[in-house]
């Protein structure tokens, strides 16, 4: 016997077990979205459809790894819902990243993105920044159509909103300090405070809506939410470190490089080299961005960082584990989330 929950969601009877929901495709999603909006007349339809709705088409169905989506239903689950987590819940934050990776890329002056060119390569940097706001405000909608009580609903938009706040801090941060303009001694608090805001309270919001949505007490919701960040930023890590060390990501430390964006791959090295070493390295990188190879600079950070570079992130991915391990959690869903956070270290090498 199966009985509909919120929003379709299914809820098993005791002793049915818990499966991943389905695989979530966020544009077919869009277009079914769009299919229930009323018909436009005139040349207007054709206009919306070349300027908006076929380039965030695309844009949404480049793969990503919807680790996101995934959170919310892991926060869905951990604070006692019933069944699956409504799909159009957990794809409100893959919408929000999705928008927050099209005004990066503006700001970055990026070429690519997932497999294609950055969407302002394709319809220029207006019409994206244009779709990018667009994905802003969606989420918002489809809150007000989700089946939830009133209370929960409203707990989730105010979440949404604090956590756009939060990022767009983290933004600034990023965007308003070179490298070769830091001291080496506040490099590791800006990094580490901008971190938390842009990519920790947006990994914090994933599970949080989950928690929201499913009724879970504030003091479970704040639980969650310390995870949550802490993944954020040790991901973060991980991605920034990467970009130095791998190869096959050398084209992500090419942007970062060349931008003088601080990251924990500079923070690293700032806390491993000599004085000698930082101002030699912050002339590389006021180099970089004026149009040098950037490679000397890549190879010379990869030096200096060492090879162990990759414990720290492991160590605070371990150390949110421990934050869930150590609480109240229902044990079998704790277990979930933490084979999912070996499953995605694993896959940045």
Not at 58 to 75: P, T
Request: glycine share 10%; net charge neutral.
């Amino acid at each position: 016997m199966k009985a509909a929950g919120v929003n379709g969601a299914v809820r098993r009877l005791p002793g049915g077990g818990w499966r991943a929901p389905p695989p979530l495709d966020l544009a077919a999603f869009f277009d079914h979205w769009l299919n229930r909006l009323p018909p436009a007349t005139g040349v207007c339809e054709q206009v919306w459809q070349d300027t908006l709705y076929a380039p965030l088409r695309e844009f949404l169905g480049r793969a990503g790894k919807l680790l996101r989506a995934r959170l919310v239903a892991h926060g869905w689950r951990l604070a006692g819902g019933c069944g699956e987590a409504p799909h159009t819940l957990c794809l409100l934050p893959e919408i929000l990243h999705s928008a927050s990776l099209i005004v990066d890329d503006i700001q970055d002056g990026a070429a690519t993105r997932r497999g294609g060119p950055a969407l302002h390569r394709v319809i220029g940097p207006e019409r994206a920044l244009n779709a990018a706001n667009w994905l802003y405000f969606w989420p918002y909608r489809l809150l007000d159509e989700l089946r939830l009580p009133a209370a929960r609903r409203r707990a989730c938009q105010d979440l949404i909103t604090g956590t756009l706040l939060d990022c767009h801090r983290g933004q600034a941060l990023d965007l308003g300090a070179e490298v070769w303009a830091l001291a080496q001694d506040d490099l590791p608090a800006l990094v580490a405070e901008q971190s938390r805001l842009k990519t920790g309270r947006l990994t914090a919001l994933c599970v949080g809506l989950g928690a929201l949505a499913a009724g879970a007490r504030p003091r479970r919701v704040d639980t969650l939410q310390r995870f949550g960040e802490r993944v954020g930023v040790a991901l973060q890590m991980l991605d920034d470190l990467t970009a130095v060390l791998s190869p096959a990501r050398h084209d992500k430390a090419a942007e970062d490089l060349c931008t003088g964006r601080p990251t924990f791959a500079w923070v690293l090295a700032a806390q491993r080299c000599s004085e000698f070493t930082y101002r030699a390295l912050q002339q590389q990188g006021r180099a970089a961005a004026g149009g040098a190879d950037w490679q000397p600079l890549r190879a010379l950070l990869a030096e200096t960082i060492g090879d162990d570079p990759l414990d720290y992130p492991r160590a605070a991915l371990a150390e949110a584990g421990a934050l869930l391990g150590g609480s109240d959690l229902p044990a079998a869903a704790v277990q979930d989330v933490l084979t999912d956070l070996e499953r995605l270290e694993r896959a940045y090498g």
